[in-house]
């Protein structure tokens, strides 16, 4: 199964054969579908496959595969050919806020030395971020904002490559947490996700290919839930 949005996060449309079908569920030979994982939503769109077009409302990973699926069942076979459209809005969305999410992680780590980003979700309006460190204030955060917006005005690229998982786990920045390594050590080959020169991760979502893209990132909510767990809102405009 190619991984269009891992290839090609810009890919909007695409052809496909279909793999396999299950009632209202279809498996594809490719897809540019974000399945839903790491905090970031699945993408939804249409199938259209035997003259016939589906709304495809959930996408979730199916062990190697992607499963698709739609409100009314699919008819088609194996071998048939379909295209694919995801709603790019949405996506274009998520990307942004994907990527402001990291870079907003990568000076939490380089700058602030203290904090850790623990989770996030992103929505298609906002994303939050948790944020376990002592000392982490409203003004801190608000700080880091400012500056990943001056980074955002320059301008940096947004790269993502697979390296063997030797070179993972060699690589500390990337190894870093006890959770990180086990799931580098379960792993063939490793996503890496970099804005360049300035933060490594392991990543399955989509990226913008570069910062600049992003807007302007602004602060919204702040919640202090004690020395482990603070939770920030961030939106983008
Ligand atoms: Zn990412």
Redesign the pocket.
Known sequence: MEKLYWKDAYAKEFDALVTRVEGNAIYLDRTAFYPVG?GQPCDTGTILVGGKEYRITEVSKDGEDVKHMSDAAFEAKAGDKAHGKIDWEKRHAYMKL?TAL?LLDALMINEQGTGMITGGQIYQDRARIDIDGDGITREKVQGMVDRANEVIRKGRDVLSKQITREDALANPILARTQPGRKLIESLLSVRV?EIAGLDE?I?G?T?VSNVSEIGRITLGSFKNNGRHHKRIEIKLS
Do not use: N
């Open positions: 790491g994907h990291h996700v991760q990543d979502g990226h």
